[in-house]
């Protein structure tokens, strides 16, 4: 079992920043996938970004405005996020699986925070 920690979302302006952690408790990210996912209000979950084994994922969306990183202990997994526009705003999750080739879909983690909520405001 995996428990996951989040930290970090809240209100910011349109072309903002902020910055989402997360962090397994008790143990580091080493031999996981993990990625972020959103959901705003009426829609489905959607993939945000990942980091795959040392390669990385992004939605077209967020693609050249967020950037997932592993800090060098590979404890903590971050999201950092520039540019917020108004359509970012959702509750945000991090997510983690096992290492190996699968999809980014929702349904290929096993493990997940409780969501953050990030409000971008126009």
């Known amino acids: 079992q995996v428990t996951l920690v989040v930290s970090g979302g809240g209100l910011v302006q349109a072309g903002g920043s902020l910055r989402l952690s997360c962090a397994a408790s008790?143990?580091?990210?080493?031999?996981?996938?993990v990625a972020w996912f959103r959901q705003a209000p009426g829609k489905e979950r959607e993939f945000v970004a990942a980091?795959?084994?040392?390669?990385?994922d992004y939605a077209d969306s967020v693609k050249g405005r967020f950037t997932i990183s592993r800090d060098n202990g590979d404890i903590t997994v971050h999201l950092q996020m520039n540019s917020l526009e108004s359509e970012d705003t959702a509750v945000y999750f991090c997510?983690?699986?096992?290492?190996?080739?699968?999809?980014?879909?929702?349904?290929?983690?096993?493990?997940w925070g409780p969501g953050t909520q990030v409000t971008v405001s126009s």
């Open positions: 997510a983690a699986r096992v290492s190996r080739p699968r999809p980014n879909s929702w349904s290929y983690y096993d493990y």
């Open positions: 008790g143990r580091t990210f080493s031999g996981y996938d």
């Open positions: 980091t795959v084994g040392w390669s990385f």
